[in-house]
T-cell receptor
Framework: GEDVEQSLFLSVREGDSSVINCTYT??????LYWYKQEPGAGLQLLTY?????DMKQDQRLTVLLNKKDKHLSLRIADTQTGDSAIYFC???????????FGQGTTLQVKP | GAVVSQHPSWVICKSGTSVKIECRSL??????MFWYRQFPKQSLMLMAT?????????EQGVEKDKFLINHASLTLSTLTVTSAHPEDSSFYIC???????????????FGDGTRLSIL
């Protein structure tokens, strides 16, 4: 069945780049997403990439998609303490519109 | 950008009470809304998919009589937790999107969640 995997924890120093990785299984997904969740809050859509793209850049965020390997990554340049949160990777089911979420990666940014 | 409003943000009530949570898409029409439940330090668990004008589709293991979902209009879906008990305490999050199968769709946008605490 459909599955999305992420590493659980990443720690970086302020000012460094962060790279969060994700693998997925549904090759027919239309979109792949990155959401950010701060403590006690809902999910904030950070960025998403259409499945026929390889890369998308939006200010400090760069998303890379390798369809052959079914690998998605999110790079945050110049990571700030305000970027500390849980980051969820998700793919959508092209048939039902449901999102399949990864377990979430906790990003810790040290001053 | 797309905004989804969820209300209330926090509810504390006694066991046996029914609680209604609202999810509204403020600046777009949502043909489909989703209800999720999130336990501490875990990912989101999809409870049900709500399509405007039809009955909700529940995921396996979710009691439809316990979690009543109504998608009254293209901008409003409600989740009612009936006769809530302490084990229903959780963080509930809704999302909304305009969706048509086979067409280019919009991403899901999430509400801020409702923290439900049953005493």
């Amino acid at each position: 069945g459909e599955d999305v995997e992420q590493s659980l924890f990443l720690s970086v120093r302020e000012g460094d780049s962060s790279v969060i990785n994700c693998t997925y299984t549904d090759s027919s997904s239309t979109y792949l997403y990155w959401y950010k969740q701060e403590p006690g809050a809902g999910l904030q859509l950070l960025t998403y990439i259409f499945s026929n793209m390889d890369m998308k850049q939006d200010q400090r965020l760069t998303v890379l998609l390798n369809k052959k390997d079914k690998h998605l990554s999110l790079r945050i340049a110049d990571t700030q303490t305000g970027d500390s949160a849980i980051y969820f990777c998700a793919e959508d089911s092209s048939n039902t519109g449901k999102l399949i979420f990864g377990q979430g990666t906790t990003l810790q940014v040290k001053p | 950008g797309a905004v989804v409003s969820q209300h209330p943000s926090w509810v504390i009530c006694k066991s046996g009470t029914s609680v209604k949570i609202e999810c509204r898409s403020l600046d777009f029409q949502a043909t489909t809304m989703f209800w999720y439940r999130q336990f501490p330090k875990q990912s989101l668990m999809l409870m049900a998919t709500s399509n405007e004008g039809s009955k909700a589709t529940y995921e396996q293991g979710v009691e439809k009589d316990k979690f009543l979902i109504n998608h009254a209009s293209l901008t409003l879906s409600t989740l009612t937790v009936t006769s809530a008990h302490p084990e229903d305490s959780s963080f509930y999050i809704c999302s909304a999107r305009a969706f048509r199968a086979g067409l280019s769709n919009q991403p899901q946008h999430f509400g801020d969640g409702t923290r439900l605490s049953i005493l």
